[in-house]
């Protein structure tokens, strides 16, 4: 049983309660208590949805980072066959950020390079809480080129509060790291996908996510900085997160709204975390409706329509 809400799902929670309450006590067999159970259900569905329906920004970015909300692990291993992980950039040491490898797509083999935050507080930590240093990156380079190479469709999945700020990060060249694959994806000749399945958080984002198709979950969140960073340069008060945020237009709706996305995959009910099966298949059938267009291309008109949209999202902004 799901039972961990935000702020503002509190109403939904407690008729989640006594749903449950009453489940307990429904092992007799009793027909009304079975029949309030489902007034219950109903009851709980319909005020779901109106919440939901009426979520502020700041709500959405709590949403985007829930503690129960689906990884790029769990995803590839919902939506993906046969996937074989790859490791190492070959220069100095283990990506564990992110992780990448080749996988079959409704039998078609496809590269994946995903960011990974990590679950239990012993691997997030090893994830280094999905926050890529620029070994991370140049793995993800690496793994790029193999696509190419083997003329593997390049699928990446985007979840990250942003490349990793410390020392080690700076003295290893975090900047030429992104900036190297922002380069290689622009001239890579192979059709690219990107799917923002949480937080797309600043050049940690977007150093595996240039891509010909860029899609984001329902309530995930894409932008330079985080509201709270935003919130400390602007005001020297990161309590005005939500004030940021509403002002930062990085939502789903709003990104698709000024042409920054190309899709939004809806999410189930309350998030993707309440049903991680409907969300697993929605982004599956993204993924192939979005891939299928962009293999018949020549590499030539490919790399012309990538370029093109970037150039366009500048001029008109």
Not at 118 to 131: C, S, V
Not at 172 to 177: C, F, I, P
């Amino acid at each position: 049983m799901y039972n961990e809400y935000l702020e503002f799902e509190k109403p939904i929670a407690e008729l989640e309660a006594k749903i449950k309450e009453l489940k307990t006590t429904s092992l007799t067999g009793d027909i009304n208590i079975v029949e309030e159970i489902s007034v219950l259900q109903d009851k709980s569905n319909k005020l779901t949805k109106d919440i939901f329906s009426k979520l502020n920004d700041h709500q959405i970015v709590q949403l985007a980072r829930h503690s129960l909300r689906p990884h790029s692990i769990d995803y590839i291993d919902k939506i993906f066959d046969d996937f074989e992980p790859l490791s190492g950039d070959r220069r100095y040491a283990k990506s564990q950020a992110i992780i990448a490898g080749i996988a079959r797509l409704n039998g078609r083999s496809v590269m994946i390079i995903a960011q990974e935050k990590g679950r239990e507080t012993e691997e997030k930590i090893a994830r280094n809480f999905g926050m890529p240093k620029p070994e991370c990156y140049r793995f993800a380079k690496r793994v790029m080129k193999l696509a190419e190479k083997f003329s593997l469709p390049l699928i990446t999945m985007i979840d990250t509060a942003g490349a990793y700020p410390g020392i080690d990060a700076e003295k290893h060249n975090q900047s030429e790291a992104i900036a190297k694959n922002l380069f290689v994806m622009s001239q890579l000749k192979t059709p690219i996908i990107s799917v923002v399945i949480g937080e797309g958080g600043s050049g940690g984002a977007l150093a595996i996510g240039l891509a010909d198709k860029t899609l984001m979950l329902e309530y995930s969140v894409f932008s330079v900085i985080s509201p709270e960073g935003c919130a400390s340069i602007l005001w020297k008060n990161a309590g005005k997160a939500e004030e940021s945020a509403k002002q930062m237009q990085l939502t789903s709706a709003k990104l698709k709204g000024l042409g920054l996305i190309n899709r939004i995959i809806s999410e189930p009910l309350g998030g993707a975390h309440r049903n991680i099966e409907i969300a697993s298949q929605n982004i599956k059938e993204a993924l192939m409706e979005e891939l299928m267009p962009l293999l018949n291309k020549p590499d030539d008109i490919l790399l012309e329509e990538r370029n093109a949209k970037y150039r366009s999202i500048q001029t008109d902004l």
